[in-house]
């Protein structure tokens, strides 16, 4: 028998400036994008924006649906379409939003678990690490890779 554990590293900012411009810029993209979420249902708008490793930046937002399981989440309409549009092309940051009220929410955002599996099979799928970038009012918290996110995750048996 044997305890083991899991060790998460991740940086805290009080404020946009702190940011470089290109990680400030990345979460102003996800603000936009998060206005224009469609969120009848919930009322909560969520905005995602990618940097691409060709420099192109993707945003999304959630989508929901009266058929409330077929809506999905911003980080991934905004993974998905980057799939699909650009299927070579590593995700190099990631920034996640989220407006309430008319106003952004202060505590950072923390994806679904749903989310983080599909970051975290970009992240390999890409071989490059994937920053992400939880924005709150209040703090910002930032993680080198889309992995520290999801401790044990799934993933297919290998065949032999
Ligand atoms: N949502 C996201 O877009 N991303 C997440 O990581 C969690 C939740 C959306 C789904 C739904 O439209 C709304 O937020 C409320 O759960």
């Known amino acids: 028998m044997k305890q083991r554990e899991f060790t998460i590293h ?65 980080e ?8 699909a549009n650009y299927p070579e092309v590593p995700i190099n ?15 950072p955002v923390s994806p679904c678990g749903g989310c983080r599996q599909v970051m975290l099979e970009k992240e390999n799928q890409g071989k490059t690490p994937m920053e992400v970038i939880l924005y709150g009012t209040k703090r910002i918290q930032v993680l080198k890779q889309a992995t520290d996110l999801l401790p044990l995750p799934f993933s297919l048996a290998s065949k032999h």
């Open 10 to 74: 991740f940086t805290e900012y009080e404020r946009l400036d702190e940011l470089s411009e290109q990680q400030a810029n990345l979460v102003k993209r996800a603000i936009d994008s998060a206005k224009h979420a469609y969120a009848p249902y919930s009322a909560y708008r969520v905005g995602a924006a990618l940097l691409l490793g060709n420099g192109e930046i993707v945003t999304g937002n959630n989508q929901e649906n009266a058929a409330y399981p077929s809506g999905l989440c911003a």
């Open 76 to 83: 991934r309409v905004a993974i998905f379409y980057a799939g």
């Open 93 to 107: 940051m990631i920034a996640v939003t989220a407006i309430q009220n008319g106003d952004l929410q202060e505590e």
